[in-house]
């Protein structure tokens, strides 16, 4: 079983940056998907990058060239490099770790707000 547990979040001003780490517990993480999702106040959760095990990257359109996905299978992390910010990524921000299961964590609160 995986446990996703984020953080990084926090506010910041429309441009800036932040990096949102997710480290899981159990074996096995290089064999997951891990992704990324957010949900903003009255909306529903969306999806916003995914890693597969095998290292591909898909990214929403909405952050494309400002969102980077990464993971380090050594350390059970998975990373979420946001630059350029901007008020709509205003959101919880959640982990997934999918295989044969989806596993969520508890998600962590972005802010961008001038």
């Known amino acids: 079983q995986v446990q996703p547990v984020e953080s990084g979040g926090g506010s910041v001003q429309p441009g800036g940056s932040l990096r949102l780490s997710c480290v899981t517990s159990?074996?096995?993480?290089?064999?997951?998907?891990m992704g990324w999702y957010r949900q903003a106040p009255g909306k529903e959760r969306e999806s916003v990058a995914i890693?597969?095990?095998?290292?591909?990257?898909n990214y929403a359109d909405s952050v494309k060239g400002r969102f980077t996905i990464s993971r380090d299978n050594a350390k059970k992390t998975v990373y979420l490099q946001m630059n350029n910010l901007a008020p709509e990524d205003t959101a919880v921000y959640y982990c997934?770790?999918?295989?044969?299961?989806?596993?969520w964590g508890q998600g962590t609160q972005v802010t961008v707000s001038s």
């Open positions: 997934n770790a999918k295989y044969t299961r989806s596993y």
């Open positions: 159990g074996n096995s993480f290089s064999v997951y998907n």
């Open positions: 890693i597969t095990s095998g290292g591909t990257t």
